[in-house]
């Protein structure tokens, strides 16, 4: 094993003193297991080169994802009945890991396509992207596909409570156990050998992880495929959001790490399909279907009216969308385009006054010669900051505006013009009271005195008694203030 510097040497060999000094038993196991994972690192960064992924797209699903994404990865997974699997989970100290991604991969020419669900950032039950959702999953898990994941499909069961699928989808017998069948496999084609013909026998103890009951993946590849699987984004936090469109404004740094860690949650997916092509275990006709049935779903969803279409032999299409379905699937994709055109351009207005009115906004914003197309208030769910989202017709100047609007409708703003907003709403309710008596009150008011001058005897006693008892009351107040005056005044 070569060590780059003599500053991590000393870290790595510094570790059993650190583990013999530890009192605590589970501490010392941690400190153990910390220790040999950073020495089979150290080992395969330097003995073997970095693992090289095939060639495949990323796609998100989380609250972000359109109607016409999640149609359009239907597509892809119906093209094919092998999936290889991974999960990842987020650990909390002296708690249960929170389960955070799902990653599948379909397994089809390339470009493959690797699909990431985000369980901590899914729409809600009630909307029609999370039934989509589950459309999506019940076609993965048909019990005719063939999903390959490492330790067992098993990893699911974390999962169920988001309500993507249920127990009895999840144990099929097609879903094989790559781990398992990968150590089979080894002791069945690389025994001990004594006397090897190249100098080095490839079995499990002497390549030095015979100790271990269960191997894992990164081993599988740098014995396999010769490469180095890197595992250092194992402990990170993937409940970030992955997505970029899941966070606003991100810095260079922040957009980096997710990337990383998209392409390491990825990786591991990728992996397994690399090792079951190795092994021969599937082949180009049972990896790849025929085009027919993706043209059949793709009038199914996007034509309006309801035609009558044969259905393919294959499990996928057993839950057809009804025409309801798919027109309410046709305009919230119409709604999204639209809103998606209407944002192509944009700038953010941080830190605004949640008493400015959007229309009073959207009056100051096009008074400063800014073209906008709509504007949208938000609230940061991390740090309950108020944001203004302004949609732009053209994508000229786009660093000026910002200079521009930077403050623009912040507290500090409120306050100074808070009596022009004052005295315009006076004016406009004055405005608007003029035009409702020029159109309504003159002719009621007419109609009224007219009524009295012809029938002057119609008033009751009553309200004559109080009309006096109304005057009566309104001299005596004069008189008191009058009273009081001429007192201050001497």
Known sequence: MEISSAEESDDIFRLPDRIAKSKNKKRRQSTNRKANKQIQEKHYSSTYPAYTPTYYNILFINRKTTIEELVAIREQIQKTSIFTL?????????????????????????PSTIIILE???????????????QKIFDDILQPSNKIFSWGGIIELNNFIQFGLFDERQINSPENRDLQQEFKLHWDRNYPHETNPGDGTCKCRNCFGIGHKPLISLQDVVAFQLNEYLNKEFTCENFMTGLDPKLVINMNTNEYNHRKKLSQYASNDCDSIFKIISSMNLVDEETRTQTTSNQLVIETIVHDDIEIEVEQPSIQHSENPLTTDERRRIHNRSRT??????????????????HRYPVRQMKITLKSMGIEITQVNPLISNKTNERILRVGLKQPNNLEEYEEQTEGLFSTRSYHRNCHKFNKQRRRNHREHRNEYRDEHGNEHGNEHRNEHRNEPHRRNQHEHR?????RQNHREHRNDQQQQSNYWRY
């Open 86 to 110: 991974d999960t990842e989970s987020t650990t909390v100290r002296y708690q249960p890991n929170i389960p955070t991604l799902i990653q599948v991969q379909v397994c089809t020419s390339a």
């Open 119 to 133: 369980a901590q950032h899914l729409p809600t039950q009630q909307q029609q992207e999370f039934q989509l959702i």
């Open 336 to 353: 999204l385009h639209q809103r998606q055109m209407a944002y192509k351009h944009e700038i953010f207005i941080r830190n605004i006054d």
């Open 466 to 470: 109080h009309n006096q008892q109304h």
